[in-house]
């Protein structure tokens, strides 16, 4: 696995996420994501175009949003009656941990988050405490109230989860009110926070991301506020400074690894590393290990350069541990500017370094993959030297061969189920697909039988076509039992050269398809994309045939309407568009790749074929498709 992590984004449409972070099943706090994906830094990005003598725009991936459906024009119009949405005829209160309870007219002229969570779910633990923190900061003022709607499968999980919240909660014994406001509000994913205002109108269904980003300078949590932080947000970075970057109201210095406190200002005037991470993460630690590196010798060289670690660990007894074993400096545990500066930097995958110039101006908003490929050699990371760099990888890429990937040492073979060896060098020559993939990663298993169906079906016209399974799985027997399932080749389990070509790949999460031609190149690196886009008939990947599908494909949309409107959203019209990376149908909750139906406003998605549906019920009248 490459040491750069992706952030995974935890909005919360129904459907299975596509893509996972393979470290661990527990995703990090992703308040620092609204869906996108890192792709390195726009100067790297254009210095690879350039070496590569392309002149026109290539689009970054984006991730597949695994996101909600909104409230339609019900939320967003009329008001709320609080009492009417949170009582029942027994009963007219909520009740406190301490099981007091709290009348619900209380509630009355205040701002009301329901906070949907359960005690079960890994990203509603992590963001609980963010919430807490601004409830209490906020609720202080006396205009503030949350709601905590259970999705806990017991009594005791719930009471053991709500005993750690100061706020109210529905009974848990009253379902059926926490099931019809779940559906009234259209909540198919937690966690999820919809604030109401003191009239009772839905102000936001984005609570969690608001709090996420902006803690609690969001309150009151509606749009035009967050509209308000952008603009500062960008006002702030016309004016940035390495001050502005690092110094707070009651903070103007930086911590040593012995707590020796450093003036920010004896920092002006150098080139400034921000190194953004989690030491309790083991991609961060190894990312570490490099950096220091790299540290060490400009500093031995006499380069004018610093970093500073931004921690954004959750526990302080790893942040101890990471700073103790780094030579720099860092903000202190949970300094609000970390989060700050996660939102301000757009921070969508870990590790991340960020240059500052001397002037205190951003220099280079990303050089992680420069550092862990070029070390050193990345230095002073200037514009210039990325195009550099980007014709050196260049040079490298024209060079590689399938044995270079896959050979290593002794290590010059791959396995069959039942263990036998297969020399890489009976695959020279053949197109190999490279399947990074884990058994006990969901979008893995839901994306597997679909590579089977393909593989078989493009062997049947090409025997040439093989697949090498590069496991990511954390025991033996789990390797065995996922294996077992596939009809093609493997890496051993746990072989070092996983990792090597995690690397060279920068895979950020699983599942991943690499294609390598006959050649050695590297055909395709989101082969999983031009699976689920097009199947068997992608092969062999290359740019040429995957451009003629595309104009096949672009040919039988533009017969499609440009417009229509569908019974499974009323509330708008949907517009034929042309999707860049990989988005959810809300009919199917498959993955889409290209063309799709969408409500823009209200993040809703078709596959064309499942808006233009006429079999199972659905008819087409002109531009209109309503069920039978």
């Known amino acids: 696995m490459s040491n750069q992590q992706r952030c995974p984004n935890l909005s919360t449409k129904e459907a299975a996420p596509l893509f996972v972070e393979e470290e661990d099943l527990v995703p990090i706090d992703s308040k620092y994501l609204i869906g996108k994906v890192s792709q390195g830094s726009n100067l790297e990005k254009e210095a690879r175009k350039k070496a590569r003598g392309e002149s026109q725009r290539v689009p970054s991936a984006e991730s597949r949003s695994v996101k909600k459906k909104k409230q339609q024009m019900a939320n967003n119009g009329s008001p709320h009656d609080l009492f009417s949405l949170l009582s029942t005829n027994e009963r007219d209160f909520l009740v406190s941990n301490n099981n007091n309870q709290v009348k619900i007219s209380e509630l009355s002229g205040k701002t009301v988050g329901l906070y949907f969570s359960g005690s079960w779910c890994g990203p509603c633990r992590m963001f609980t405490p963010k919430l807490i923190q601004v409830y209490e900061e906020v609720s202080s003022k006396g205009n503030l109230e949350v709601v905590f709607i259970s999705s806990d499968r017991d009594e005791n999980s719930f009471t053991d989860y709500f005993s750690k919240m100061p706020w109210l909660s529905i009974p848990f014994s009253d379902s059926e009110t926490r099931a019809k406001i779940k559906e009234l509000f259209k909540v198919r994913g937690i966690p999820s926070l919809v604030f109401l205002d003191g009239t009772g109108a839905v102000s936001s269904d984005q609570g969690m991301r608001f709090i996420r980003e902006y803690g609690v300078d969001a309150y009151p949590f509606t749009l035009e506020k967050i ?77 004018n ?23 720099w400096l860092a903000l202190p545990f949970e300094d609000k500017l970390c989060d700050k500066l996660a939102q301000y930097f757009e921070l969508s995958s870990l590790p991340r370094v960020v240059i500052i110039g001397p002037d205190g101006k951003t220099l280079n908003n990303d050089v992680t993959n420069l550092i862990e490929e070029h070390g ?116 051993p389990f746990e072989d070092p050269r996983k990792k090597l070509l995690s690397k060279k790949f920068k895979l950020k999460g699983i599942p991943a398809a690499i294609v390598i031609g006959p050649s050695g190149q590297t055909i395709a690196t989101k082969a999983r994309d031009l699976i689920y886009a097009h199947g068997a008939a992608a092969f062999p990947f290359t740019k040429e045939h995957v451009k003629h599908l595309e104009e096949k494909l672009d040919e039988e949309a533009k017969k499609l309407p440009e417009k229509l409107k569908h019974d499974l959203h009323l509330a708008h019209e949907l517009i034929r568009i042309k999707h860049v990376g990989t988005y959810g149908c809300d009919a199917c909750r498959g993955p889409g790749q290209g063309w799709v139906f969408r ?24 531009d209109v498709c309503r069920k039978a």
């Open 227 to 303: 509209n308000l932080l952008k603009q500062q947000e960008e006002e702030a970075k016309h004016n940035q400074s390495l001050s502005s970057l690092l110094v707070s109201r009651s903070r103007d210095y930086l911590l040593s690894k012995d707590g020796t406190k450093v003036l920010v200002s004896a920092l002006e005037g150098k080139m400034v590393g921000l190194y953004l991470s989690i030491h309790a993460r083991e991609s961060c630690q190894d990312y570490a290990v490099k950096l220091v590196e790299v540290y060490k010798k400009l500093n031995e060289k006499g380069e």
């Open 305 to 327: 350069f610093e970093i500073v670690w931004i921690s954004l660990d959750h526990e302080e007894d790893s942040f101890k541990q990471g700073l103790e074993s780094v030579p």
């Open 376 to 491: 050193v050699e990345a230095y002073p990371f200037s514009p210039e030297k990325v195009v550099e760099l980007a014709l050196i990888e260049k040079e490298r890429l024209e060079t590689q061969t399938l044995e270079s990937i896959l050979v290593q040492g002794d290590a010059d073979f791959v396995i069959e189920k039942d263990g036998s060896k297969v020399p890489i060098s009976e695959l020279v020559g053949k197109n190999i697909l490279l399947y990074f993939s884990a058994h006990w990663c969901p979008p893995c298993r839901t994306f597997t039988p679909e590579l089977i169906k393909v593989y078989h079906e493009i062997k049947v016209t090409d025997n040439s076509f093989e697949i090498i399974f590069i496991s990511s799985d954390r025991s033996q027997s789990a390797f065995n039992e996922y294996f077992s399932t596939m009809p093609w080749l493997a890496l």
């Open 599 to 622: 409500c823009n406003e209200c993040d809703f998605d078709l596959h064309p074929k499942c808006a233009m549906k006429e079999n199972e019920g659905w008819i087409c009248d002109g």
